[in-house]
Nanobody
Framework: QVQLVESGGGLVQPGGSLRLSCLVSGINITDSTILWYRQGPEKSRELIADIFSDGVAYYADSVKGRFTVSRDNAKNTIYLQMNGLKPEDTAVYYC?????????WGQGTLVTVSS
């Protein structure tokens, strides 16, 4: 069974940093593309970053230069380092992957950027 579990969210002041984790079980992250989405209050879900099996990462313009995706292959975990956080980054953050034609999601982790 494939599972994704996000963690690391919380309350942070504008300009601060957080690191989110996505622990993946059931598949090897080195064989998969893992995506990070977010959904802010009264907003649609937005793709913000992804990391391919070869380790190459892509970013949405809204987070480029501030967010960085990385992975720890030994821990089968994907990280989203978020720096320079803004109030508009407030959202529930999800990791996602496709497996055997199924779209799999974690439960999400809430990030609140506020003073």
């Amino acid at each position: 069974q494939v599972q994704l579990v996000e963690s690391g969210g919380g309350l942070v002041q504008p300009g601060g940093s957080l690191r989110l984790s996505c622990l993946v079980s059931g598949i090897n992250i080195t064989d998969s593309t893992i995506l990070w989405y977010r959904q802010g209050p009264e907003k649609s879900r937005e793709l913000i970053a992804d990391i391919f099996s070869d380790g190459v990462a892509y970013y949405a313009d809204s987070v480029k230069g501030r967010f960085t995706v990385s992975r720890d292959n030994a821990k089968n975990t994907i990280y989203l380092q978020m720096n320079g956080l803004k109030p508009e980054d407030t959202a529930v953050y999800y990791c996602n992957t496709a497996w055997k034609s199924r779209d799999l999601w974690g439960q999400g982790t809430l990030v609140t950027v506020s003073s």
